[in-house]
């Protein structure tokens, strides 16, 4: 069963160009969150969604970003206009969303460089 | 805002002794704790979870404690091992799957 996966694993963008970040949950899984962290700090939460719905997108910034789940294919975390402070390690996690377990699974994530 | 937090930036350990790492949590609504491990280059990955109906849960060579009354969780790992060296976060849910995550303690292992 192979975990959940993130491409692309490093990736480079000028100030101004988008970057487009992908995640395949766990088999089995419905549910994905994005998480992003800066050096030396922990992960925050960002958005989360489910097939087609984003559920809480609390934690995403108010434009430029966002993100969809869509019935087929991974989930995407979209930035557009990128700026320097845009560069951190940015993570997704799945879970089965089974009553009573919260566990999320990680994915390697994504680093985004801006330049 | 309810935030969680840890009391020490860096832990070195002897290998073989045991390690422990405090987190502190002001959401008294969390019900369910989580520590990780990430190692550098790598996503965090789950060690052991905690409800907030329980005091202590072991597993392999790690325990999680936690003390409702002032808020504060602990992760005990057994005869350290270099293998342990990472940065170990904990994290907290108080309602819904979004997780809060702690700063983080890096732990490392001396020979």
């Known amino acids: 069963n192979a975990g959940v996966m993130q491409n692309p694993r490093h990736l480079v963008r000028r100030r101004g160009q988008e970057a487009r970040l992908r995640c395949s949950p766990m088999?089995?899984?419905?549910?994905v969150y994005w998480y992003r962290q800066l050096p030396e700090e922990g992960l925050k939460f960002m958005v989360y969604?489910?097939?087609?719905?984003?559920?809480?997108e609390s934690g995403m910034p108010k434009e430029r970003f966002s993100a969809e789940f869509p019935k087929e294919g991974p989930s995407i975390l979209r930035i557009q206009q990128v700026v320097r402070g845009d560069s951190a390690a940015y993570f997704c996690?799945?879970?089965?969303?089974?009553?009573?377990?919260?566990?999320?699974?990680f994915g390697p994530g994504t680093r985004l460089t801006v330049t | 805002g309810e935030s969680v937090g840890l009391h020490l930036p860096t832990l070195s350990v002897q290998e073989g002794d045991n390690s422990i790492i405090n987190c502190a949590y002001s959401?008294?609504?969390?019900?369910?704790f989580i520590w990780y491990k990430q190692e550098s280059g790598k996503g965090p990955q789950f060690i052991i979870d905690?409800?907030?109906?329980?005091d202590k849960r072991q597993g392999q060579r790690v325990t999680v404690l936690l003390n409702k009354t002032v808020k504060h969780l602990s992760l005990q790992i057994a005869a350290t091992q270099p293998g342990d060296s990472a940065v170990y976060f904990c994290?907290?849910?108080?309602?819904?799957?979004?997780?809060?995550f702690g700063t983080g303690t890096q732990l490392k292992v001396e020979l």
């Open positions: 996690a799945s879970s089965p969303r089974t009553s009573g377990q919260y566990e999320q699974y």
């Open positions: 088999k089995g899984h419905s549910h």
């Open positions: 969604l489910q097939k087609e719905n984003i559920i809480d």
């Open positions: 959401n008294s609504a969390s019900d369910y």
């Open positions: 905690i409800r907030s109906n329980m």
């Open positions: 994290a907290e849910t108080g309602g819904g799957n979004k997780l809060t």
